[in-house]
């Protein structure tokens, strides 16, 4: 199983970025995928979530509006695309597949949004 996150860097406050998420390994199209991060010093939290077939997707509140989820299945692919992006934002971004209790992360991949 291998989640190889890519498309991070360093912004400007106000710009944006496309994370994409390849994954392999596994069924993907039977997982449900998701986005989490993690600051410097702060406990890892969830920013968007989509299921299995893309057809449902959440947001965590403080990145609502702004970012959007999404999968091709095809492609084994997950996207974040993140606009208005904020110093707040900066972390490192992992994505995760799930299924029946089956978790499966990332390496993750750094964000830093700075002037």
């Known amino acids: 199983v291998q989640l190889v996150e890519s498309g991070g860097g360093l912004v400007q406050p106000g710009g944006s970025l496309r994370l994409s998420c390849a994954a392999s390994?596994?069924?993907?199209?039977?997982?449900?995928m998701s986005w989490y991060r993690q600051a410097p010093g702060k406990e890892r939290e969830l920013v968007a979530v989509?299921?299995?077939?893309?057809?449902?997707?959440g947001y965590a509140d403080s990145v609502k509006g702004r970012f959007t989820i999404s999968r091709d299945n095809a492609k084994n692919t997950v996207l974040l695309q993140m606009n208005s992006l904020k110093p707040e934002d900066t972390a490192v971004y992992y994505c995760?597949?799930?299924?029946?209790?089956?978790?499966?992360w990332g390496q993750g991949i750094q964000v830093t949004v700075s002037s």
């Open positions: 995760k597949a799930y299924w029946r209790g089956y978790n499966y």
């Open positions: 390994g596994f069924t993907f199209s039977t997982y449900g």
């Open positions: 989509i299921s299995s077939t893309g057809g449902s997707a």
